[in-house]
């Protein structure tokens, strides 16, 4: 299990909070909008995001980083990514709630054409690894995260990640996507 220090100073200094598990507000442990830099312990990365309920812009993390300047003072929520970034999969359905016809990915694809899968996805469950969903093919539009053991709700419509209607293309997230110091 792993754990992230976040410190209101550069150089991992000052009284932070400590998480140790996801965390959809971090206005609810009093510390929101307020790290500068931050610290993981233990194996698993974390991903952390500048709006509440895991939305909005996105950086992942592992090891110590004295300084965060992509999302200095922005951080409103995170999630530890479990089980790491080894071996993803991720089941995709075409109806709501994780139903209907489905596809098994374990790589990149920016669209699911030639699946016989017409239209959008509406959800998704990541069976291993952490996912970025997104809106429109190609991996462009608005982004949704799913993490290991995740669900997502149906086409994407509680608000968290900002859009509608499914999507159209995924991708896992690999060591490419961690911030280095």
Request: aromatic fraction near 8%; hydrophobic fraction near 30%; glycine fraction near 12%.
């Amino acid at each position: 299990m792993s754990s992230l220090n976040l410190f209101p100073e550069k150089n991992m200094k000052g009284n932070g909070v400590c998480l140790r598990e996801n965390t959809p507000h971090l206005a609810d442990k009093g510390f929101c909008n307020q790290a500068m830099s931050l610290q993981i312990v233990g194996r698993d990365p974390w991903v952390v995001f500048d709006l509440k309920n895991y939305g909005g812009d996105f950086n992942c993390y592992e090891g110590d980083h004295h300084s965060i300047p992509n999302i200095q003072k922005q951080i409103s929520s995170a999630k530890i990514m479990r089980g790491g970034l080894e071996d993803p999969k991720l089941i995709i359905y075409q109806g709501e709630n994780c139903t209907g016809r489905s596809i098994t990915v374990d790589e990149e694809k920016k669209h699911f054409d030639g699946y016989d899968f017409p239209g959008k996805a509406a959800s998704a469950e990541a069976v291993s690894g952490s996912w970025i969903l997104y809106e429109e093919k190609n991996l462009r539009g608005k982004k949704r995260i799913i993490i290991a053991g995740e669900r997502t709700p149906g086409k994407c419509d509680t608000g968290d990640c900002g859009w509608k209607g499914g999507f159209l293309s995924a991708e896992p997230i690999t060591r490419r996507f961690l911030v280095n110091e």
